[in-house]
């Protein structure tokens, strides 16, 4: 009974200790690095790339209308031209099965 009795104590010792430095330990809370800052690239004067202030001035663009227009279409050939390759691939596929 005494053994028992000592067991039982020092057990709720043991997690009366353990609990408390877990408490000490765990912080509840939300927490976030600091933002990356952009370093080492010399001075903010000079683009990384040389003529990227008039990259994207498409009034003044030489040949804009032809540009323009090989643009358009390219993007729309493109976005029929591949799907109906898919759907013709995909057939092609099943039917020599």
Request: charged share 15%; proline share 2%.
């Given at each position: 009974?005494?053994?028992?009795?000592?067991?039982?104590?020092?057990?709720?010792?043991?997690?009366?200790?353990?609990?408390?430095?877990?408490?000490?330990?765990?912080?509840?809370?939300?927490?976030?690095?600091?933002?990356?800052?952009?370093?080492?690239h010399g001075g903010h004067d000079e683009p990384?790339?040389?003529?990227?202030?008039?990259?994207?001035?498409?009034?003044?663009?030489?040949?804009?209308?032809?540009?323009?227009?090989l643009g358009v279409f390219t993007a729309f050939?493109?976005?029929?031209?591949?799907?109906?390759?898919?759907?013709?691939?995909?057939?092609?596929?099943?039917?020599?099965?």
């Amino acid at each position: 009974m005494a053994l028992n009795t000592g067991l039982r104590s020092l057990s709720s010792k043991l997690l009366l200790s353990v609990d408390s430095s877990l408490a000490k330990s765990a912080q509840r809370g939300f927490h976030s690095t600091g933002a990356k800052r952009m370093g080492g690239h010399g001075g903010h004067d000079e683009p990384a790339y040389l003529h990227s202030k008039h990259m994207y001035n498409l009034d003044r663009m030489k040949n804009q209308k032809l540009t323009m227009t090989l643009g358009v279409f390219t993007a729309f050939s493109i976005g029929v031209g591949v799907p109906i390759y898919a759907v013709i691939f995909q057939q092609k596929k099943t039917a020599s099965g």
